[in-house]
């Protein structure tokens, strides 16, 4: 059952972890104001998405429904497979290491549920999951499919670099979570039958 409520929760499966073995470190509760402010920030935003769809035309719209959908579903299943390979691989961090580095492992050993959550990165794993923002966008609007492309592109390759010049993880582990990430982003872009950029039509 704990197995189950792991995988399920996909990015808390490492949390999970360590509260189910009494390991766990407490963060202090929202108070009111971030409460109002959230809520606030999160009407403003649902107006201003739905005025950004009410614009587009019929097949538009359709099209962007199916493709938030989609990117729900793509959320959810990274986070499950990020979660539970971290959860089960169990490998230190750099910084984690000793002067003997004697707790190196490399990428492709998995230790088990240790308490140690180096493999695959979730940063950067967060960072290439922006490039879907560019399926959000109108197929009609081929310019700023590009730059959001472009962005988002640069954005995820400097959070995974950063992740590595900071100690946090290998080079591997960036690695390993963006090949993870643009498979499945591919894998969705044919199911959706569109491209991260489409031609523009002469």
Do not use: C
Not at 25 to 52: C, E, G, H, N, P
Request: charged fraction near 15%; charge should be neutral; hydrophobic fraction near 50%.
């Amino acid at each position: 059952m704990h197995q189950v409520l792991l995988g399920v929760n996909g990015y808390f499966a490492y949390t999970l972890a360590r509260l189910l073995n009494g390991n766990i470190k407490t963060v202090a509760d929202v108070d009111l104001q971030q409460w109002v402010l959230a809520l606030i920030f999160t009407v403003v935003m649902s107006y201003l998405f739905y005025r950004y769809v009410d614009l587009q035309d019929e097949n538009e719209q359709n099209y962007l429904l199916k493709a938030a959908v989609f990117g729900i579903a793509l959320v959810f299943i990274v986070s499950v497979i990020i979660g539970d390979l971290k959860l089960h691989w169990g490998r230190y961090r750099p910084f984690q290491m000793d002067q003997a580095m004697s707790q190196f492992t490399p990428w492709y050993q998995p230790n088990g549920s240790n308490g140690h959550f180096s493999f695959p990165s979730g940063h950067t794993t967060s960072g290439w999951l922006l490039v879907y923002l560019t399926f959000l966008l109108p197929r009609k609007y081929h310019n700023m499919q590009k730059y959001v492309l472009i962005g988002t592109v640069l954005l995820a390759i400097t959070i995974a670099l950063s992740r590595v010049r900071y100690g946090a993880h290998w080079l591997s582990d960036v690695t390993a979570a963006s090949l993870i990430v643009g498979t499945m982003i591919f894998v969705t872009s044919r199911v959706l039958k569109a491209h991260l950029v489409e031609d523009a039509i002469e």
